[in-house]
């Protein structure tokens, strides 16, 4: 009886966090299905976009979305930049233009109780490239040299097309 | 076998992506490649310069590892990366809600609740407009459902957002003067909402300005629903 107690307890503790069962089985929806469920701050969001136009970034073609965070009076910053619909980074070239629009869209946004922020790519058809994001307090530090270019890489996440990426733009 | 087939075919074709990636020539492509060589070199050990047979496979190899992985490891950044995924259909029930908020278009914003119905704003602006349309019982309903799912956003600040949101509804109508023209229970119903909204922001606000609109519009339902005496309000003082 304590055996099969034993292996039915493991096999539960296995099923829920190795295969993921409650959400293979819709028992729990993922974090992103409760992230865009919830109502966004569209108030923050415009006040967001003036903010971060004013601090000198190019707002053509972006979209912002401020998404509250369950029991916490934190948001999550997430932009789509559109080239199709006319953003560029602004500095071709700039190695460096990642990092520092991440840096711009989290000092802009620094005031507005933002803890992470994420940003989609779109080329000039439209099509996603990529999605990458931070928490905002990584950016910060790395912006004041308080940590280094490898912790901060170490702190990014992303989420690449590749094959949008490799043939995005060809004919 | 099916498996292996299909990742000995993702392998065949990422390491034909690599250099294509690592070539391309689009302006913001170039920035966006550069940074990513950059990121999985630091984060993940993966070199895509390496245009050696060794180097590629192992960067192939690599990429096929890390992108066909479900999550980052991190639930925050998974949750973040996956809801800009899905903003498309949060773009579309954004112009649904927009064209019926501008055209009083009931069918437009029933439109846009079918695509994100939890999303609390949404039912604010569907009670207005079925309160404006005479519907009373639906614009009870919306709020009731609306209020339920801003509490179960547990988002303090989402609260007052919720009851913000209904006061200036509600009073852009007044201010159009068309509420004073409705019926009774319209009316009824509208400033009835606009005391607890201004009683419930009150208990988050503190702010004695709320106080006495709630005060205001008390008396403005007493003095429609003909009940002489104004209801004691609660403000959790």
């Known amino acids: ?171 | 076998m099916k498996t292996k087939t299909k990742i000995i075919s993702l392998v065949l074709v990422l390491l034909m992506l690599v250099p294509v990636v690592t070539g391309c020539s689009e302006a913001g492509r170039d920035i966006l490649t550069s940074f990513i060589q950059d990121w999985v070199k630091t984060k993940f050990g993966i070199d895509l310069s390496d245009n050696s047979t060794w180097g590629k496979a192992k960067a192939g190899w690599g990429l096929m590892k890390l992108f066909t992985e479900d999550s980052t490891g991190n639930p925050d950044s998974d949750a973040a990366l996956g809801t800009v995924k899905m903003l498309k259909n949060f773009k579309d029930a954004e112009q649904d809600m927009a064209v019926g908020r501008s055209s009083n278009n009931a069918t437009a914003e029933d439109l846009a609740i079918a695509l994100r119905p939890s999303d609390w704003s949404y039912r604010v602006s569907r009670s207005t407009l079925a309160l404006k349309q005479n519907d009373v019982v639906k614009g009870q309903t919306e709020w009731k459902k609306g209020e339920d799912l801003a509490y179960s956003d547990q988002n303090p600040v989402g609260y007052q957002r919720f009851y913000s949101q209904s006061i200036n509804e509600l009073e852009a109508w007044k201010n159009t003067g068309q509420l004073d023209k409705a019926n009774w229970e319209q009316q009824a119903f509208a400033y009835g909402t606009l005391v607890s909204d201004y009683v419930e922001r009150y208990k988050l606000t503190k702010d004695p300005k709320d106080k006495q609109m709630a005060l205001y519009y008390n008396e403005q339902w007493t003095y429609v629903t003909k009940e002489g005496k104004p209801p004691e309000l609660d403000f959790g003082d």
Do not use: W
Not at chain 1, 54 to 65: E, H, K, L, W, Y
């Open chain 1, 1 to 171: 009886m304590t055996t099969l107690t034993l292996v039915i307890v493991a096999a539960l503790v296995i099923g829920i966090t190795v295969f993921k069962l409650p959400l293979r089985l819709g028992l729990v929806k993922p974090a992103a299905v409760r992230m865009i469920s919830q109502t966004p701050d569209r108030e923050a969001a415009l006040k967001v976009k003036s903010d971060i136009q004013q601090a000198g970034i190019n707002t053509s073609g972006v979209d912002v979305f401020v998404m509250p965070e369950k029991k916490s009076n934190k948001n999550v910053l997430l932009t789509v930049l559109d080239t199709s619909k006319g953003f560029s980074f602004g500095n071709a070239g700039s190695t460096d233009a990642i990092s520092n629009y991440l840096i711009k869209l989290a000092s802009a946004s620094a005031s507005d109780n933002i803890d992470r922020v994420a940003f989609q790519y779109l080329d000039s058809e439209g099509k996603s490239l990529a999605t990458i994001t931070a928490p905002t307090d990584a950016i910060l530090k790395y912006s004041k040299g308080q940590i280094s270019q490898t912790e901060f890489f170490k702190a990014i996440d992303a989420r690449i097309d590749l094959s949008q990426l490799a043939t995005s733009g060809l004919p």
